[in-house]
């Protein structure tokens, strides 16, 4: 079984910046995906970046050049670095882990860009 942790969601002004952590702890495979997901109030999940065990990443189209997804194998966490926030990012973010058929959620973390 493996457990996902976030953390480093909060309220930001718009332009402000904010770091996301996800710590993995169980049993992981050392072929995974590690990734984020957001979830804004009456609207469907939407994948915001991903990562793979070697480093491969993608995003969504609306956070490119504004988000950077890492992540520290020897740690077992990932992070999401958000900068030039926006009022559209705010959301409750996830983190997943994917490695082969399984697949782990966390809990979320709430991030809300306001003035």
């Known amino acids: 079984q493996v457990q996902l942790v976030e953390s480093g969601g909060g309220l930001v002004q718009p332009g402000g910046s904010l770091r996301l952590s996800c710590a993995a702890s169980g049993t992981i495979s050392s072929i995974s995906t590690m990734g984020w997901y957001r979830q804004a109030p009456g609207k469907q999940r939407e994948l915001v970046a991903t990562i793979t065990t070697s480093g491969s990443t993608n995003y969504v189209d609306s956070v490119k050049g504004r988000f950077t997804i890492s992540r520290d194998h020897a740690q077992n966490t990932v992070y999401l670095q958000m900068l030039s926030l926006k009022p559209e990012d705010t959301a409750v973010y996830y983190c997943?882990?994917?490695?082969?058929?399984?697949?782990?959620w966390g809990r979320g973390t709430q991030v809300t860009v306001s003035s």
């Open positions: 997943k882990l994917s490695s082969y058929q399984w697949v782990y």
